[in-house]
C-alpha cells in the first residue's frame, strides 16, 4: 500500500497563477483533510471532507477551494495563488472524522509563491 | 486561539540521554496524540492516549496525560541519533488542534 500520496512535491508559482494540488489514499479511508504548515507554526486545517461527497471549511480556507474527487481523492486549489499562500501543504486521511483517530499524512507539497 | 502549545521549542541533548517535551492545551479532550516529523517529511503518529488514560508506552516513548492540568508529556528514553527530528502534540475534541512542535536534535 502506498498510504497517502500527493503531487507535486514541489512547485513554484507566480502571484496570480493557479494550481491544484493533487491528494489520494489507499486505505479506504472516509475522511481526508488538507494543512498547511509555517515555519515555527504547527499544522492549520484548510479544508476536509468528512466522507465522500462532503467538503466543509476548517481554520484557514479563504483563498482555496477543494474538491472530493471519489472516496480516494481530494485536491486542493489555489485559484489565484498570493505569496502569503507559501508554505508547506499535507494532506492525511483517517477512518472517521467525527473519531479524531489517528491521521496518515502524505509526504507533502512544497509551494513558492513570488 | 485553540493551538495546543508545547515547549521546550527546542532541545538538544546527548545520545543516549532521555528527551522530556511537554504539551498543554485549553479545552476539554478526547483524546491527545503524538506525532513525528523527520525534515522535510510528513507527519507519523507515534502514540494516542484517551482522556480516561494516563499513561501509555510503545517502545522507548512513555505518554503521560493529566487532565487536571490539561497537559501531556512524551518521554523519549535512551534517545538515538534517529530520534532527531520535531515532535507534535494534537488533541482532539470536536477537531484536531495542534501544538507548533518541539524540535529535538540529538547529539552524537
Known amino acids: 500500500n502506498a498510504g497517502v500520496t500527493q503531487t507535486p512535491k514541489f512547485q513554484v508559482l507566480k502571484t496570480g497563477q493557479s494550481m491544484t494540488l493533487q491528494c489520494a489514499q489507499d486505505m479506504n479511508h472516509n475522511s481526508m483533510y488538507w494543512y498547511r504548515q509555517d515555519p515555527g507554526m504547527g499544522l492549520r486545517l484548510i479544508y476536509y471532507s468528512a466522507s465522500e461527497g462532503t467538503t466543509d471549511k476548517g481554520e484557514v480556507p479563504n483563498g482555496y477551494n477543494v474538491s472530493r474527487l471519489n472516496k480516494r481523492e481530494f485536491s486542493l486549489r489555489l485559484e489565484s495563488a498570493a505569496p502569503s499562500q507559501t508554505s508547506v501543504y499535507f494532506c492525511?486521511?483517517?477512518?472517521?472524522?467525527?473519531?479524531?483517530?489517528?491521521?496518515?499524512f502524505g509526504p507533502g507539497t512544497r509551494l513558492l509563491v513570488l | 486561539s485553540q493551538q495546543g502549545e508545547e515547549d521546550p521549542q527546542a532541545l538538544s541533548i546527548q545520545e543516549g540521554e532521555n528527551a522530556t517535551m511537554n504539551c498543554s492545551y485549553k479545552t476539554s479532550i478526547n483524546n491527545l496524540q503524538w506525532y513525528r516529523q523527520n525534515s522535510g517529511r510528513g507527519l507519523v503518529h507515534l502514540i494516542l492516549?484517551?482522556?480516561n488514560e494516563r499513561e501509555k508506552h510503545s517502545g522507548r516513548l512513555r505518554v503521560t496525560l493529566d487532565t487536571s492540568k490539561k497537559s501531556s508529556s512524551l518521554l523519549i528514553t535512551a534517545s538515538r541519533a534517529a530520534d532527531t527530528a520535531s515532535y507534535f502534540c494534537?488533541?482532539?475534541?470536536?477537531?484536531?488542534?495542534w501544538g507548533a512542535g518541539t524540535k529535538l536534535i540529538i547529539k552524537p
Open positions: 492525511a486521511s483517517n477512518w472517521d472524522r467525527q473519531l479524531q483517530e489517528t491521521q496518515y
Open positions: 494534537a488533541y482532539s475534541n470536536y477537531q484536531l488542534i
Open positions: 492516549i484517551r482522556s
